[in-house]
């Protein structure tokens, strides 16, 4: 149902654009994150956005990326800009299309994003490697 495209190879400093199609967007209430596991790391919360319009981001990429969604397009989208190696993952689109982030967050998972990346999301994307040299 999420189909993630838009990563590649870049250089320190450069950026990138993900981008996240749904099968559809169109349901009162939805979360949808973007989502990172390096080789050996878990995997990691980068930005997350809801119907409500609310998005959150990991404190290592606030205010380097912004999370951003079309509803008419289902399409939520990454913009990566000021990428170091650091950011080097395997990314991922996950969405919950019956809660708001809100909800799904802070009331199911009592404001654990890590408890939420393992257990809360049922849809996922297959993934987009990001390469920064």
């Known amino acids: 149902q999420l189909v993630e495209s838009g990563g590649g190879s870049v250089q320190a400093g450069g950026s990138l654009r993900l981008s996240c199609v749904a099968s559809y967007l169109t349901g009162d209430d939805y979360c949808m994150g973007w989502f990172r596991q390096a080789p050996g790391k878990q995997r990691e919360r980068v930005a997350g956005l809801d119907s409500d319009g609310i998005a959150s981001y990991a404190d290592s990429v606030k205010g380097r990326f912004t999370i951003s969604a079309d509803s008419a397009k289902n399409t939520v989208t990454l913009q990566m800009n000021s990428l170091n190696p650091g950011d080097t993952a395997m990314y991922y689109c996950?969405?919950?299309?019956?809660?708001?982030?809100?909800?799904?967050?802070?009331?199911?998972?009592?404001?654990?994003?890590?408890?939420?990346?393992?257990?809360?999301?049922?849809?996922w994307g297959q993934g987009t490697q990001v390469t920064v040299s």
């Open positions: 996950a969405a919950d299309l019956a809660k708001t982030c809100h909800y799904l967050i802070e009331r199911t998972y009592g404001g654990s994003w890590s408890s939420a990346t393992k257990r809360g999301f049922p849809h």
